[in-house]
């Protein structure tokens, strides 16, 4: 029903720059909230930054001031631009999606996941 495919992770050195993308195609009648979640080796999967239909957003602590989450509605995809990485910030990105499909109902949805590596 829906598909997401996200990119833009890879290795980087501390103190670089990567942005993430999760683009969703499929039955999609709209999508709520949009959000990042990473989990690192040995540890729960966390909530990193999520973003409403509105616009209102919420950061976890840890990158509050380095990361910025953003949408673009007509293509219906999420971004998360990450600035000031730290190797902390390791782990495997997952996109997350609250979408409301054609034929009605809510689900939500998961991308395959993006590693991210902070070298120091």
């Known amino acids: 029903q829906v598909h997401l495919v996200e990119s833009g992770g890879g290795l980087v050195q501390a103190g670089g720059s990567l942005r993430l993308s999760c683009a969703a195609s499929?039955?999609?009648?709209?999508?709520?909230?949009m959000g990042w979640h990473r989990q690192a080796p040995g540890k729960q999967r966390e909530l990193v930054a999520d973003?409403?239909?509105?616009?209102?957003?919420n950061y976890a602590d840890s990158v509050k001031g380095r990361f910025t989450i953003s949408r673009d509605n007509a293509k219906n995809t999420v971004y998360l631009q990450m600035n000031s990485l730290k190797p902390e910030d390791t782990a495997v990105y997952y996109c997350?999606?609250?979408?409301?499909?054609?034929?009605?109902?809510?689900?939500?949805?998961w991308g395959q996941g993006t590693q991210v590596t902070v070298s120091s």
């Open positions: 997350n999606l609250r979408v409301i499909i054609i034929a009605g109902g809510v689900g939500d949805y």
């Open positions: 499929g039955s999609i009648f709209s999508i709520n909230s």
């Open positions: 973003i409403t239909s509105g616009g209102s957003t």
